[in-house]
């Protein structure tokens, strides 16, 4: 069986992420927001090896294969000070997906903020068409708080998204 685990990104990672999930045919259809510069991932890495108060990306691992990665940012829903949460996402290479790595992976990354950050709520949102992530958050804990309606434009237009949501236990 293998093995999941989340790491710091080193820079090979970033190879990996540049090939894997700089098209529509690595991010898929509810990812896909256009091309972007791989300088700004890379000049993050060296500033901030992708870690700071306000956010991080891990890099997700099947035993020694990098498998994708896990992200989250602070997001608020009042005063800065006293409410905000962490919201997170996950991208994994096609080559990885549906076989249980991105439940394993979203279900360390809610374990790793809960230990090391003050945070009472953990978020995801995901496309509403996107039945696989859905039913992935739901195994990994979050439960299912409703939709968002067209609050995401990417391809030409408007989509819902459905929120998830995980508390400190």
Same mark, same amino acid.
Not at 41 to 56: K, M, N, Q, W, Y
Not at 102 to 109: C, F, I, N, S, V
């Given at each position: 069986?293998?093995?999941?685990?989340?790491?710091?990104?080193?820079?090979?990672?970033?190879?990996?992420?540049?090939?894997?999930?700089?098209?529509?045919?690595?991010?898929?259809?509810?990812?896909?927001?256009?091309?972007?510069?791989?300088?700004?991932?890379?000049?993050?890495? =060296?500033?901030? *090896?992708?870690?700071?108060?306000?956010?991080?990306?891990?890099?997700?691992?099947?035993?020694?294969?990098?498998?994708?990665?896990?992200?989250?940012?602070?997001?608020?829903?009042?005063?800065?000070?006293?409410?905000?949460?962490?919201?997170?996402?996950?991208?994994?290479?096609?080559?990885?997906?549906?076989?249980?790595?991105?439940?394993? =992976?979203?279900?360390?990354?809610?374990?790793?903020?809960?230990?090391?950050?003050?945070?009472?709520?953990?978020?995801?949102?995901?496309?509403? *068409?996107?039945? =696989?992530?859905?039913?992935?958050?739901?195994? =990994? *804990?979050?439960?299912?708080?409703?939709?968002?309606?067209?609050?995401?434009?990417?391809?030409?237009?408007?989509?819902?998204?459905?929120?998830?949501?995980?508390?400190?236990?």
């Amino acid at each position: 069986m293998s093995r999941v685990v989340l790491r710091p990104v080193e820079e090979k990672d970033i190879d990996v992420f540049e090939a894997e999930f700089a098209g529509p045919e690595g991010t898929g259809v509810h990812q896909w927001f256009g091309y972007r510069s791989p300088l700004d991932l890379r000049r993050r890495f =060296a500033e901030t *090896g992708l870690l700071t108060p306000d956010g991080g990306t891990l890099t997700v691992c099947e035993d020694d294969t990098v498998a994708g990665r896990v992200e989250w940012f602070r997001s608020l829903w009042g005063r800065p000070e006293t409410s905000w949460c962490w919201t997170v996402a996950i991208g994994l290479r096609p080559s990885c997906q549906g076989r249980g790595l991105g439940t394993e =992976a979203q279900r360390l990354l809610v374990t790793y903020l809960f230990d090391h950050t003050r945070a009472q709520r953990i978020q995801a949102f995901t496309d509403s *068409g996107n039945v =696989a992530e859905q039913r992935a958050l739901e195994k =990994a *804990g979050f439960e299912r708080e409703g939709v968002l309606r067209q609050a995401q434009w990417r391809a030409g237009g408007w989509h819902d998204q459905i929120l998830y949501s995980t508390l400190r236990p």
